[in-house]
Every structure is written in C-alpha cells, then in structure tokens.
C-alpha cells in the first residue's frame, strides 16, 4: 500500500524548475566602480610616466604631445644611472637602515602596545593619548630640536640619526598593535599568571605569537616608510657614502641642469623592492588600513 501511494505520488509530482534569480547591479555600485577605476589609473599614471621616461633620451621626455613609447628604447640610461652614482652603496645603506627600523620598531612597538593594552597602571589612558598626540604634531616642528640632539650626540652624518628616533618611537605602530592586543582574551594571561609566568613571559610567549599577522602589517607600513624617508637623510646625512637610495637620486639634479632620464631609471631601480612587498603582503596591508579604521 505505501509503495503505491509513493508511485502515485512520484508520477503525478510537479517538476521542479530551479531557477537562477540574477542579481540586479545598482547603478550606484556601476559610477562607484567608475570612479575607482579613474582613480587608479590617476593614481598609475605617474609610475607609468617614470618608467616610460627612464627608457626615453632626455630630449624626448618633456615632447607636447608627450610620445609614451620611447624611440629607441634606452636601456643604457639604468647602467649609466647604476654607474654614474655609487648606487650599490646606496641600496645597501637603505636596505641594512630599512631592516634595522622594522626590527627595532616591531620589538619596541609591541612592547609598548602589550603595556598600554593589558598591564593596568595609574594613568594609563592618558598617558596613551599624549602618545597618540604626538602624531598631530607636524615633523617641521620637531626638526629643529632633533637636529641640535643629533649634534650633541655625535649622530650626525651617521646612520644612527636614521635608525635610533624611528625604531624607539612610533606611535602609529603602537596604536595599531595595541588595538590588535586588545582583542585577545584576558583568559590566556590569567592561565598563564596561575602557571607562574611574568609580564615578560606573557609578552614573549603569547602576546608575540598570536599578533603576527599585525606585526607583518605594522612592519609593511614601517618599511615603506623608512626605505621612502627622504627628508631625515638630507638632514643628517652629508657624505656620499653615507647617503640612501632617495637622498642619491636626489643627486642626479645639479644647480641648473637636471639630468632626468638616468634620474626617472634611478627611481623605477629603487621602487622594485616596495612593489615586491606590496604584491606579496597585499592582504596584510589591507588588514592593517581596515583594522585601524575599524578600531
């Protein structure tokens, strides 16, 4: 009896049509995907002129019109911009200056963050928005005072004017870890405390592990800013063996003549290691702007 009704049931059933809803693009989502696409290419539109003009000779990079495509394509302007310059040196000094910062400022950093986000103290708070608001203070201002500190010290025309100031304070790299320590659970340093562990021992051995993809993101911010920091080398850096990658580039514009094709290959040498950062830490940075905004 149930087989019939079952037979009866899957003989008479209606068919079931599966249908695919699409779904309806706003126009609003179509001029915002137009107005970013125009944003990125303004926004590529001076790589692409700086590469184009490093394989061009110097009489064609100012044409009107300007000719996008170099003929003939010289590929002697980067030997020649490599050799007219002591460029090695340069790269090194960045790299080694570059490397030293990330370190420093990733121990210190995270250091000063675990403190302001799970070791409570008087005064803590507002201790941490006196740090942030060292951030609104413009860098001309404190130029000044730092150049006369370099000097007492013996620092300038060094590279510890370079490395020390940047991997001891930073407050955007504590701002930003911090906001990742907060969020983990207080039960890790309760069970850690009962097994005897210190401030230290927490830090070492579970603040540090469970942060890294932060400190990957803070280090990304960090490298860019110290491989691209143009300003503090002209400052206090005079010899040409002391200078980095941007301060030599800089070299290739004399008083009254500017040689800017070997200085545009110059610059498209020095930007190979921050395009190979960011296309192999693109989601790291991405999870630091959206972190910050977010927090």
Same mark, same amino acid.
């Given at each position: 009896m149930a087989n019939n009704v079952v037979a009866a049931v899957e003989k008479n059933a209606i068919p079931v049509i599966e249908t695919k809803v699409k779904k309806r693009v706003k126009p609003s989502q179509i001029l915002i995907h137009i107005?970013?696409?125009?944003?990125?290419?303004?926004?590529?539109?001076?790589?692409?002129?700086?590469?184009?003009?490093?394989?061009?000779?110097?009489?064609?990079?100012?044409?009107?019109?300007?000719a996008w495509l170099p003929n003939p394509i010289k590929w002697s302007n980067y030997i020649d911009s490599l050799t007219a310059m002591p460029f090695g040196l340069a790269y090194w000094n960045s790299f080694y200056i570059t490397a030293v910062v990330v370190l420093a400022t990733l121990l210190t950093a995270s250091m000063a963050a675990y403190a302001f986000a799970k070791i409570e103290f008087k005064g803590a708070n507002f201790l941490f928005v006196l740090f942030l608001a060292t951030m609104m203070v413009p860098k001309q201002v404190t130029m000044i005072p730092l150049y006369i500190i370099m000097g007492k010290i013996g620092w300038l025309d060094s590279h510890l004017s370079l490395i020390v100031p940047g991997a001891l304070f930073n407050a955007f790299a504590v701002f930003l870890l911090r906001q990742f320590i907060m969020g983990i659970p207080k039960e890790l340093e309760e069970a850690a405390i009962i097994d005897g562990a210190g401030y230290f021992k927490i830090y070492? !051995?579970? /603040?540090?592990? =469970? $942060?890294?993809?932060?400190? +990957?993101?803070?280090?990304?911010?960090?490298?860019?800013?110290?491989?691209?920091?143009?300003?503090?080398?002209?400052?206090?850096?005079?010899?040409?063996?002391?200078?980095?990658?941007?301060?030599?580039?800089?070299?290739?514009?004399?008083?009254?003549?500017?040689?800017?094709?070997?200085?545009?290959?110059?610059?498209?040498? !020095?930007? /190979?290691?921050? =395009? $190979?950062?960011?296309?192999? +830490?693109?989601?790291q940075i991405i999870e630091g702007v959206t972190i910050t905004g977010i927090k």
């Open positions: 107005i970013l696409t125009i944003g990125a290419i303004i926004m590529v539109f001076p790589f692409l002129w700086t590469v184009s003009s490093s394989l061009k000779d110097i009489s064609q990079i100012f044409l009107v019109p300007p070492w !051995s579970i /603040i540090l592990p =469970l $942060i890294r993809p932060s400190l +990957a993101a803070v280090g990304i911010f960090v490298f860019l800013g110290s491989w691209n920091n143009f300003l503090d080398a002209l400052i206090f850096l005079n010899t040409p063996q002391q200078f980095t990658v941007p301060l030599l580039l800089n070299t290739f514009k004399g008083l009254y003549v500017a040689d800017w094709a070997l200085m545009m290959a110059g610059t498209t040498i !020095s930007v /190979i290691p921050v =395009l $190979i950062i960011y296309i192999f +830490a693109q989601k």
